[in-house]
T-cell receptor
Framework: GESVGLHLPTLSVQEGDNSIINCAYS??????FIWYKQESGKGPQFIID?????DKRQGQRVTVLLNKTVKHLSLQIAATQPGDSAVYFC?????????????????FGQGTILTVHP | KAGVTQTPRYLIKTRGQQVTLSCSPI?????VSWYQQTPGQGLQFLFE???????NKGNFPGRFSGRQFSNSRSEMNVSTLELGDSALYLC????????????FGPGTRLTVL
């Protein structure tokens, strides 16, 4: 598999601080990236995405930065709240083409555990 | 609109048995992907179905199989269960085209004893 012997990185912050979660991706051909949040007992939830023709995209309290030169993604969460505590995954989308249509396959990073202390 | 649903949510089986998991995608989504999530290996791609055809497959043994029905609902089957198959099995649906934003279900927690 793509990940072996995981020991997830952890990030602990105080409520109100800004959080930065980093991710390195492997495929220089990937042109679409997604950040997901997974809370305990739930499936991953979409946070924000970015296409490779962009360097930065902002959402509500979240910003994703993409550095294609070094194949690096980051997720910035402003004014982090206890409800932001979760595991955060980046995913890169690799495109395939068959039968005249294009379709993607997501490959996930190992994840980062974010803990927000009140 | 309703999200992705998976049944059952929890399952306990013994080695050698087989299991079938079900996934109902978001209405209008034609692509269903399956993932295995374990603490040791993270989220691993199993396979993807689109319009009843398997379009993509991960690196899993042939004991893992799936299918998709005409209403886009999907099932995955694991035969001859092994202890290492204990995991959270996640299903995700999408429109399946250029926009590959995938929406995940809550998962089925499979425990093999």
């Amino acid at each position: 598999g793509e990940s072996v012997g995981l020991h997830l990185p952890t990030l602990s912050v105080q409520e109100g601080d800004n959080s930065i979660i980093n991710c390195a991706y492997s495929n220089s051909a990937s042109d679409y990236f997604i950040w997901y949040k997974q809370e305990s007992g739930k499936g991953p939830q979409f946070i924000i995405d970015i296409r490779s023709n962009m360097d930065k995209r902002q959402g509500q309290r979240v910003t994703v930065l993409l550095n294609k030169t070094v194949k690096h993604l980051s997720l910035q969460i402003a004014a982090t709240q206890p409800g932001d505590s979760a595991v955060y995954f980046c995913a890169e989308n690799e495109w395939f083409r068959a039968g005249g249509t294009s379709y993607g396959k997501l490959t996930f990073g190992q994840g980062t555990i974010l803990t927000v202390h009140p | 609109k309703a999200g992705v649903t998976q049944t059952p949510r929890y399952l306990i089986k013994t080695r050698g048995q087989q299991v079938t998991l079900s996934c109902s995608p978001i209405s209008g989504h034609r692509s269903v992907s399956w993932y295995q999530q374990t603490p040791g290996q993270g989220l691993q791609f199993l396979f993807e179905y689109f319009s009843e055809t398997q379009r993509n497959k991960g690196n899993f043994p042939g004991r893992f199989s799936g299918r998709q029905f005409s209403n886009s609902r999907s099932e995955m089957n694991v035969s001859t269960l092994e202890l290492g198959d204990s995991a959270l099995y996640l299903c995700a649906s999408s429109f399946g085209g250029f926009n590959n934003e995938q929406f995940f279900g809550p998962g089925t927690r499979l425990t093999v004893l």
